[in-house]
């Protein structure tokens, strides 16, 4: 028997099977996609063809997808990329705007911009559901809007679900010309995602969280946006990022965004009516658990928790033990687990930063595993309670 | 049982938490993560808690097929540990800081948490040895291994946390548990012993002091003062950077009369006074303890042995356990003290020091160094 729960779908999903077949169809396809003979057309053939579903799926232009090794290089990408190229136009553009809630593969690019390339971060607030405060976007551009290189704002949190008003953000920004990076690897597959329709200038997705392979991403970048390189070398993508492309791995993450994409709606239906039986469920063994992030407007696999007078590390471990697989939400570094950034920039105390567990369902999430969290609950978190007394 | 294996990283932890599961125990791996600025890698033996460190820790546990998590006790190990280990000397005591988590860390914090979230016992790589006494208490006695045995930073452990402890390497030597951690595919098996005070990463205790304690240094400097004649030999830049019984790093330009090598008899916190003079000068024949820790029942007297530090010789001894009477409501074990009347004099004792007391190879407690009586002439 299968006794595995596995409700940790945030931080990597299972593959579906037509990405599987897909990027296996060319494993053992010999030819680089920028030879010149019949082999690399024919691998190149994969991956344009890839470019292009691509694209139809989230609405942007084949030229305008960029391949990288995912989410964290595309985030790298963009907003270092972006910053640079727009700051060596007009050198007074030296400020990036975005979210104290970003991830830390945003987060940290722009400390090194700070603390090496004489970037001005601002974190713009986030309310108590972890929704960007717009007042403070708005003044901060107007405060001085030529100095704005780049405002990063993400489509979709990925520790407590919250989904930012993009549109709304995007609208602002265009006020000034100021661009727009959005890291949407939580949002592909999970909720609405239109490229050109949202009018960011810049998306960053990635293939693990979309039932696609592991090291693939993209970023999806307006072609008016100049964007300089991070990885050099034969400049494959673009001119803006080198590395032979790896073709089973694109044709995957294409089957995978493709499928994703088509059955978006269905799948959050789905996945969200499971999700409010895990709160609902998880409420009324523990009646004092708080749960995180905007109640409505919320990623649909998504349920985030607070259990007060709990250490999450150990109701983490206590629910491993049974087999039942989620996250503490938090930002590891090896292995430490510290207090969520997002959720102190929620206002919440540390003790209750710490207290949080995130439960993220996806496409293999069954009642059954509703089940066995809102059966073993309880007791894990009557037993963390007993440890930290 | 539900075993909790603490692993460090290093060698022993590993073979500690390898044994617990041959035994048929459900253990469990964890990684205190006790630095608040881990470093990346370690440096030779020093340091720990590095990433480094915690990686190895995983990896032992992936071969021995054990789960595996990292606990953060930083906050509580700077609270119990480095602020008390500042304390001390601050306040001119020389502190030993692994009794100090093992009282309070090891086997307090994660004990607890441990038996919170259901589990037995705590099992570590220390080297020692418990045994069921005829009295049905668990008594713990020096390893077999005496180059190894550590036995004396477990000195502050009492009967209920022994009762919950295991140390599955107390009856091998070091070699046997290096060739075992190969044998099993372990990859620390050359890792090198771990030495020094594990948050001062670059050893300099004296400067790592200076830079933490700041305004708290008791002074910033004081007269170098020879015990016999009352002459100023030199000055110094704070009692910090001394121990009694030290005898490198004085720096005095004149040498002493009769050519032998001077000692730091005594440090005076308040004024910066470092007294001086020759090594027998260091000798004492009785300590007076405090703060005793007993492993099981308490003695009256008590005719044994002592060590004063980790790895020193043993001190024959007679030990007498006072019990003043009891005023007010303060816990009574608190004002419990301990005379130790040495019968081989003992050298460079320093107040805050752990007396551990033994009965043959058996561990009766310990107490705090409070004061010490010089042997008269």
Known sequence: MNSTVYLDHAATTPMVPAAVEAMTAHLLDVGNPSSLHASGRQARRVVEESRETIAQAMNCRPGEVVFTSGGTEADNLAVKGIYWARRDVDPRRRRILATAIEHHAVLDPLHWLGEREGAEIELLPVDSDGRVDLDALRASLASDPASVALASVMWANNEVGTLEPIEEIVAIAAQHGVPVHTDAVQAVGAVPVDFAGSGVDALTLTGHKVGGPYGVGALLVRREVDVTALVHGGGQERDIRSGTIDTPAIAGLAAAVELSVKHQAEHATRVALLRDDLIAGVRHVVPDAILNGDPTLRLPGNAHFSFPGCEGDSLLMLLDARGIECSTGSACSAGVPQASHVLLAMGRAEEEARSSLRFSLGHTSTEADVRAVVEAIAPCVERARAAKA | ?377
């Open chain 2, 1 to 377: 049982m539900k075993v909790l294996a603490a692993m460090s990283g290093g060698v022993d932890s590993a073979v500690a938490a390898a044994r617990a599961a041959d035994a048929g125990h459900d253990v469990t791996g964890i990684h205190l993560a006790l630095s608040r600025n881990p470093q990346s890698y370690r440096s030779g033996a020093r340091g720990c808690c590095t990433i480094e460190d915690s990686n190895d820790a995983r990896r032992a546990a992936d071969v021995i097929g054990i789960p595996f998590y990292v606990w953060d006790l930083s906050d509580r190990f700077h609270a119990d540990v480095v602020e008390d280990f500042m304390d001390e000397y601050a306040a001119g005591r020389t502190p030993n800081p692994c009794l100090r988590c093992n009282e309070k860390i090891k086997f307090a914090a994660v004990l607890d948490r441990a038996l919170g979230l259901g589990f037995d016992a705590v099992a570590t790589g220390h080297y020692a040895q418990l045994r069921t006494g005829p009295d049905a208490l668990i008594e713990m006695h020096r390893a077999v291994d005496h180059g190894k045995d550590q036995s004396y930073v477990l000195g502050v452990l009492d009967q209920e946390q022994l009762a919950h402890s295991m140390f599955p390497l107390g009856d091998s030597t070091k070699d046997v548990v290096r060739l075992e951690a190969a044998d099993r595919g372990l990859l620390v098996a050359d890792k090198p012993d771990s030495h020094d005070i594990c948050f001062v990463a670059d050893g300099d205790n004296a400067g790592w002091l200076k830079e933490k304690l700041g305004d708290r240094v008791p002074n910033s400097g004081g007269d170098i003062v020879d015990e016999a004649t009352g002459e100023v030999l030199g000055r110094h830049e704070g009692t910090v950077a001394y121990t009694i019984g030290q005898r490198k790093g004085l720096r005095i330009g004149t040498p002493a009369p009769d050519g032998r090598p001077r000692f730091v008899l005594d440090i005076e916190p308040v004024s910066g006074t470092v007294t001086v003079g020759p090594r027998e000068r260091l000798a004492v024949d009785r300590l007076e303890g405090i703060k005793p820790r007993w492993c099981g029942s308490v003695p009256s007297r008590l005719e044994g042995t002592v060590q004063l530090r980790a790895h020193g010789e043993e001190h024959r001894a007679v030990v007498t356990v006072g019990r003043p009477p009891q005023v007010g409501s303060g816990p009574p074990v608190e004002r419990t003290t301990v005379s130790i009347e040495l019968l081989d004099p003992a050298y460079g004792i320093a107040p805050g020091q752990a007396a551990v007391i033994y009965a043959g190879s058996r561990v009766v407690g310990s107490a705090t160094i409070a004061s010490t009586r010089r042997v008269t002439a």
